[in-house]
Every structure is written in structure tokens, then in C-alpha cells.
Nanobody
Framework: QVQLVESGGGLVQPGGSLRLSCAASGHILSNYAMGWFHQAPGKGREFVSAIVWGGGNTYYADNIRGRFTISRDNANNTVYLQMNSLQPEDTGLYYC????????????????WGQGTQVTVSS
């Protein structure tokens, strides 16, 4: 079992930045991928970014590449999502999730999810 707790959301003006954190606990394997997903109001969850816990390989959705950066701190079991140049369409809940790298590459539903943190981009 893996437990995930997100933090760092909030209200930010367009063009601003936020850094989301995901604290992980439990049995995290080196071949796990830790991902961030975005759910805009009234829409389904969409993949944003992921990082492999052991190797550090990173993956990004095309529409956020260059604006967001994912990173990890293995010593503190924490994954970060640095979000820059935020736009109103980035508004929504951001979920941290974990599962095997295979699940990521095969686009399967991740097994472990946090409760989400709200990001609102508005002037």
C-alpha cells in the first residue's frame, strides 16, 4: 500500500507560479512512477507529468511541456510539481498518483491516489 498526500495548491494570478508537493508513505518500489493528474471543473482527470521513483525518468503531457517541472526527493519521499506561467485553464484539482512504470507506459489507471489539491488561476 502507498499513501499520498498533496499540498501546495492555492489561488494565483495568470502568469504566476505554484509548487505542489506529494508526500508518499508505504511500500514505494524503485520501479514505481509517481504522477500528477489534473481535473478541470466538469471534466475528467488528465495526465500532467510523471517521474520514475528509482531512475528519475520524466514524462510530460504535450500541453504543459516547458511550463511545469516534476522532481523528486527520495530521501524525504516527496514528489514536486513546479508550475510556472499558469493560465486560467490550469485551474482545477491536482492529484498525485502512484503505480508501476508499466501502468504509466500502458496508460493504465493508477492504483494509488491522493485526495487532491485545488489550484485556481484567476485575476
Amino acid at each position: 500500500q502507498v499513501q499520498l498526500v498533496e499540498s501546495g495548491g492555492g489561488l494565483v494570478q495568470p502568469g504566476g507560479s505554484l509548487r505542489l508537493s506529494c508526500a508518499a508513505s508505504g511500500h514505494i518500489l524503485s520501479n514505481y512512477a509517481m504522477g500528477w493528474f489534473h481535473q478541470a471543473p466538469g471534466k475528467g482527470r488528465e495526465f500532467v507529468s510523471a517521474i520514475v521513483w528509482g531512475g528519475g525518468n520524466t514524462y510530460y503531457a504535450d500541453n504543459i511541456r516547458g511550463r511545469f517541472t516534476i522532481s523528486r526527493d527520495n530521501a524525504n519521499n516527496t514528489v514536486y510539481l513546479q508550475m510556472n506561467s499558469l493560465q486560467p485553464e490550469d485551474t482545477g484539482l491536482y492529484y498525485c498518483a502512484a503505480d508501476s512504470v508499466e501502468s504509466l507506459l500502458r496508460h493504465l489507471e493508477f492504483r494509488y491516489w491522493g485526495q487532491g489539491t485545488q489550484v485556481t488561476v484567476s485575476s
